[in-house]
């Protein structure tokens, strides 16, 4: 499906915010304004934005320890958002989850997850309520390079086959599995082919390019959508920084490190559409713009905000029914 100007201003927007959220997480959490661990997705953004670009709240996502950049694809509030980071109440979850537990299921997004290989499995279970319920919606995983080792993730890919549900794994390689190369790790000839060992189509998709990863994420979506099965993308992408942030990287050559950053998505995105004449810089420089006084808001909320009541502690524990 061509995309329409507005859409494209849509796919920078959320590119955008999502770099501009991040660089700030880094930013916060060294001077303590951010409690625990983050993880942050530089690097990644055309993967999560051209996944769940032609999503509705509807669809579900289910992502990972990574997954601040997955919520803002999925259309999460970037306030929300902050709230939630820096613990404090109007968090999208009461700020008692933090960055590797928030969800919002008002946009279908079913949780970060610090367990690696944890959201497979769970995809796969709303993938099984939308085809019992014949919605002709779909359920998607995102995980890593490294989570793609693990049993869970084995189990999942094969149920999903044999129950033909409309799930989709999405495996982001970026290269590394905390401080393991996959190159080391993953064995086999690609994540892809042992995807399509299990009986699913599978593709390798460039994650630095927004188009290539809707366009594959569009032939993925046409088979779930029809309850043909699931479908497996391999998105190859660049991790800018660390695996958390504050972490050296004393495993990578200063050259890699520069190289993964020269492959940047969101440069290319605004080469591509400007120079095709879609966009004029100038709309591109009006939303930067807008989103960085979007963030810059939301962290100043964040820091006015109190913490959590220690009357709610146990609150919000167990889902209610
Ligand atoms: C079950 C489990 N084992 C180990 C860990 C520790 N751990 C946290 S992140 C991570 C690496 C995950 O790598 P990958 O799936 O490639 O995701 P990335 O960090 O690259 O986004 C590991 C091993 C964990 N959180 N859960
Ligand atoms: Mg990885």
Known sequence: MQLSRDDLKRAYRSMFTIRTFEERVVKEFAQGNIPGFAHVYLGQEASGVGVCF?????????????????CIAKGCDVHGMMLEIMGKQGGLCGGKGGSMHIADMSKGMLGANAIVGG?????????????????????????????SNQ?????????????????????????????????????????????????????????????AVREAMGRALERGRADEGPYALEIVCS????HFVGDPQAYRLPEEVARARANDPLPRFRAGVTEAALLDHADLDAIEQEVLAEVEDAVSAGMAANRPDLSTLEKDVYVRY
């Open 54 to 70: 032609d999503l509705s709240n509807e669809d579900y996502i289910g992502s990972t320890h990574r997954g601040h950049g997955h």
């Open 239 to 242: 991790r800018f920084t660390g």
């Open 119 to 147: 959201s497979p499995p769970i995809a796969v279970g709303a993938a099984l309520t939308q085809k019992l319920k014949k919605t002709g919606k779909v359920a998607v995983a995102f995980s890593g390079d490294g989570a």
């Open 151 to 211: 049993g869970t993730t084995f189990e999942a890919l094969n149920m999903a086959v044999v129950l033909k549900v409309p799930a989709i794994f999405i495996f982001e390689n970026n290269g590394y599995g905390e401080h393991t190369a996959a190159s080391y790790a993953v064995g086999g000839p690609s994540i892809a082919e042992r995807a399509r060992s299990f009986g699913m189509p599978a593709e390798v998709v460039d994650g630095s390019d927004f188009f």
